[in-house]
């Protein structure tokens, strides 16, 4: 809520024209009536009905008065009948809504029972029962739209005192014993003075509105008296010789009544300071030139190569991300969040949204470039091939389906299995990833499922179609620590009875450590080492030697503090030319800050981005 | 959750609805009764004009019961209403329930039409504007959309009746301009009453979209590779149908408020200008039983909206009511 953002809002082009329309406004019901007030009473009988001409700009009504002073005059009496109503219907309403605030829990449900029958009432139906009571007439429907607003300033004022009467300032208040008359003034009204204000604003405009109608419909000003409703009441009879007569007040009415409601929404957003929002454009499609046959290998079931992601505003969470996927295996990438793993997992998904660009220099799945293709090529090429499991599983299924029709559709698109057999197929995918009671399960809504099941369901919902890779991302964080077990070992298991391969994103480095043969270590958008499980003892990246010096083991030492790495990793915005880990690296030396390491690759198809460390691996080979 | 629990739990949110009916439509009665009998003033002189001799007075007062003791009144009252007798005119002693059965279906047509009209635009326009400018896509068509239904927004119900006269009756004469005259009469009255609440609604309807379009559910359909057309008619249009149509119900009751407006500009048979004519005859044995009418169709009108969103979304009403 910075004043920059305040301003910008007032000083926008819709600022500016509500705050010049209703100053326009204001300066005409003062000036209008002395001005113009003798000749929109001038009664001219050689002059009736008359259409716009020299004499009468806007023409004359049926007793051959001039439309426009008329339309201009009665600004007066309709803005004020607005004011007034609506001050009265403020006051009132916030004295109903925040009394209550004062007395117990008893009183305050009395008063909210009360608002909410008297808020179901419509406006025109209170104003008709008020009209007869007191007659009609401006006193009467000006207490008849105040009586309407109470309601609503009511229940505005309660629910903002209501969070004024938890607060702490009032309790003590209390305790102190301050008389309940000053708690109000002092404490509670002017911690929601500035919400009210602007709905008064706002209301203004409604408030005319709605006392135009009244007018209208002749139960509100009374002759010789007349606002903008009667006039518009009046000259709709004649809307076939004049219909200046019925067009001039309607013109009037539906100006002064956005005038006074957009002041009130920019006086809202100058308040809120959010001064228009900039939505982020879609990134331009890239259609790179075909791969050569040479290029392709049979036995990488995935070759990303180069891959490059930049979101709106050029920040780059993904830089030069290099790895292979072999069929069956499974491959872990690690790092702390923003490190770009995610964002590597959904790329290769195809799943960023469209305001990112990905750049790859290879980017093959299953011997197809995935490359610069339009989201019906990669229907057509990922729909059986290509599992997804999201990483929250609390928001990633569709609350309004059935969980069985949301694994069932998966199969009838891209395969065409008839609605039967599907809903049958995904019973049985729900049985193995062993959900108990599959045929009941299967018809429930999500919301009838706890966090683990449904995860569960999502990651037999990605093998709904015996996939070839299954992408998951961050498939256990949302989870207990006992169910993340469970969670990983079905994706094991697919891994070992299908030969399904994956590509599991966590933070958690030893989880994935039970889990996985391969370990992709990210760390600010970059690939930083690329390590065997089976070698992780020896790994040599300073960082992925920190993310395994952070987990106690059973040999931990408890009566000292757990490890933890110094510092926090730069975000994709801070990306310097040097070493990204180097300002948290124990091994940095002058040169790590000039030159991003490069990714070098060592035996065994180990990769290492230190050229430090591997200084360090090479002499204890030696 | 238990599906044994699900028709106990309806019937129990079924009954406390219809226990708060009843006493509003008891508050609402009491009201419109004090309405007649508190008023200052003697509401037959005041129907019948200050001409009318004292003897007729007297005898239409007589007639009407209103010599009678408060209490007596309030129960013949009461009496009446429950038997259908919703009063006569002060003016001419003609029965309310006549006036009411001859002008009502005139009016509950204009609104029905109008309601129809308003769901059945609101959300297939309001998915499609979704569709087409999400992620920031056609800047210029999510421009001229939001001025327009911000346009019709800001635009009472009655102005728009008459500028649609204005154009389409006096300027350009393709309809007609007031009564029925045939299914063309209808046009104007119904779209007067119906553009207004479809600006808003569709807004709503395009905001959930646009919503449910950035949910995490719908990146798991993409992610399943479904086509377009099922992710936005499958996935994405069910979740925004409660919050619209929520909306939608709460403009049950401003329809028929706003259709007394727009039956006075179109001249319709229908009740509105029924009660718009008698307040200004000061005819309160007629405004009294009509607008004991209007307040119990508003009521019932809510009550059938609940309803039918508790039982479109139970998990949320029936657990609310619960608590």
Excluded at chain 1, 381 to 398: A, C, I
Excluded at chain 1, 408 to 413: D, G, N, Q, S
Excluded at chain 2, 256 to 266: A, G, M, P, Y
Aim: glycine residues 10%.
């Amino acid at each position: 809520m910075s004043n920059r953002s305040r301003r910008a809002a007032l000083t926008g082009p819709l600022g500016v024209a509500s705050l010049i329309l209703v100053a326009a406004f204001v300066v005409l019901a003062v000036v209008a009536p002395p001005l113009w007030g003798e000749r929109a009473d001038l009664v001219d009988p050689g002059a009736m009905n008359q259409g716009p001409g020299p004499g009468h700009p806007l023409g004359t009504d049926n007793l051959g008065r001039d439309i426009l002073a008329r339309a201009l005059v009665a600004t007066r009496l309709s803005l004020a009948m607005a004011l007034v109503a609506t001050l009265a219907g403020a006051v009132a309403g916030t004295a109903l809504g925040v009394l209550p605030t004062a007395f117990g829990p008893r009183v305050r449900r009395w008063f909210a029972a009360v608002i909410d029958v008297w808020l179901a009432f419509p406006v025109l139906l209170l104003a008709m029962f008020v009209a007869i009571m007191l007659g009609t007439g401006t006193t009467a429907s000006v207490i008849a739209l105040a009586l309407t607003m109470v309601p609503s300033f009511a229940r505005l004022a309660q629910t903002l005192s209501a969070s004024v009467g938890g607060s702490e300032y009032l309790a003590a208040a209390k305790v102190l014993g301050i008389p309940r008359h000053r708690q109000l003034l002092r404490y509670v009204l002017p911690n929601i003075a500035e919400p009210l204000i602007l709905n008064t604003t706002i209301s203004v405009g409604g408030g005319l509105l709605a006392l135009s109608s009244l007018s209208f419909l002749g139960i509100g000003v009374k002759a010789p008296d007349y606002d903008w409703g009667r006039m518009l009441g009046e000259g709709l009879s004649a809307i076939y010789t004049t219909p200046t007569a019925a067009l001039a007040p309607a013109v009037m009415i539906v100006l002064a009544g956005v005038a006074f409601s957009m002041l009130g929404e920019t006086l809202a957003k100058a308040v809120r300071g959010d001064a228009g929002s900039t939505a982020p454009r879609r990134a331009v499609r890239e259609r790179p030139a075909p791969l050569a046959a040479e290029e392709r290998d049979d036995d990488v079931l995935l070759d990303v190569a180069g891959l490059r992601v930049t979101f709106p505003g050029g920040v780059t969470p993904v830089r030069e991300v290099t790895f292979r996927v072999r069929p069956g295996e499974i491959v872990g990438i690690v790092g702390e969040s923003g490190s770009g793993k995610s964002v590597t997992a959904l790329a290769v998904a195809g799943l960023l949204p469209a305001s990112a660009a990905v750049h790859a220099d290879r980017l093959t799945f299953d011997g197809h470039d995935l490359r610069g293709r339009t989201e019906a090529e990669l229907r057509g090429l990922l729909g059986t091939r290509l599992g997804f499991v999201p990483q929250d599983p609390m928001t990633s299924l569709n609350p309004a389906l059935r969980v069985g029709r949301q694994l069932a559709e998966v199969v009838e698109h891209h395969s065409g299995t008839p609605r039967a057999s599907a809903w049958r197929l995904a019973v049985e995918r729900l049985a193995g990833v062993r959900i108990a009671d599959p045929e009941r399960r299967a018809a429930q809504f999500p919301h009838e499922y706890s966090g683990g099941m449904r995860q569960r369901a999502l990651i037999a919902m990605a093998q709904m179609e015996r996939p070839k890779l299954i992408i998951a991302d961050e498939p256990t964080t949302a989870l207990d620590v006992t169910v993340q077990r469970h969670v990983l070992r079905l994706i094991a298991e697919a891994s070992r009875e299908h030969g399904t391969a994956a590509i599991v994103v966590s933070h958690d480095i030893a989880l994935l450590a039970g889990l996985c043969t391969r370990l992709l270590v990210m760390y600010s958008g970059r690939i930083v080492e690329e390590i065997d499980v089976a070698a992780l003892p020896r790994a040599a990246h300073p960082y992925t030697r920190a993310l395994l010096g952070a987990l106690p083991d059973l040999d931990t030492d408890r009566s000292l503090p757990l490890t933890t790495i110094p510092g926090r990793p730069p975000t994709p915005a801070e990306f310097g030319a040097g070493c990204a880990f180097a300002p948290r690296c124990g091994l940095a030396a002058p040169e790590c800050e000039d030159d991003d390491p490069p990714l070098l690759t060592l035996d065994g198809g180990r990769r290492l981005a230190c050229p430090r460390a591997h200084k360090e691996t090479v002499h204890g080979n030696a | 959750m238990k599906v044994k629990r699900v028709p106990a739990g309806a019937a129990a949110f079924l009954a406390r609805r219809l226990a708060r009916l009843l006493v509003a439509v008891l508050v609402v009665v009491t009201i419109s009764f004090a309405m007649v009998h508190l008023t200052p003033g003697d509401p037959i002189r005041t129907a019948l004009g200050p001409t009318a001799p004292e003897e007729l007075v007297a005898a239409r007062r007589a007639a009407l019961g209103l010599d009678q003791p408060l209490l007596t009144q309030y129960a013949a009252y009461i009496r009446g209403l429950l038997t259908g007798d919703l009063g006569h005119s002060f003016v001419n002693g003609q029965s309310v329930a006549e006036v009411v059965a001859t002008r009502l279906p005139g009016t509950v047509q204009l609104a029905a039409l109008s309601l129809g009209l308003v769901l059945l635009l609101a959300v297939p326009t309001g998915l499609l504007v979704a569709v087409l400018t999400r992620d920031g896509r056609r800047r210029g068509l999510e421009l001229g959309y939001t001025a327009v239904t911000s346009f019709f927004h800001a635009i009472p119900e009655y102005l728009l009746a008459v500028g649609l006269v204005f154009l389409f009756a006096v300027t350009w004469p393709v309809f007609p301009v007031a009564g029925i005259t045939g299914p063309s009469s209808y046009v104007l009255p119904v779209l007067s009453l119906a553009i207004v609440p479809l600006a808003v609604l569709t807004r709503i309807a395009r905001a959930e979209s646009l919503r449910a379009l950035g949910a995490d559910y719908v990146r798991t359909a993409r992610g399943k590779r479904l086509s377009p057309r099922l992710i936005y008619f499958r996935h994405v249009l069910p979740n925004t149908l409660t919050a619209v149509l929520t909306l939608g119900g709460t403009m049950v009751t401003g329809l028929i408020v706003s259709s007394v407006l727009v039956e006075k500009v179109f001249n319709w048979p229908g009740l509105g200008s029924v009660i718009v004519q008698s307040i200004e005859l000061q005819d309160y044995g007629l405004v009294q039983g009509i607008t004991l009418v209007y307040a119990v169709v508003v009521l019932v009108a809510n009550l059938i909206v609940d309803v039918l969103l508790g039982l479109l979304d139970r998990r949320t009403t029936l657990r609310e009511e619960a608590a």
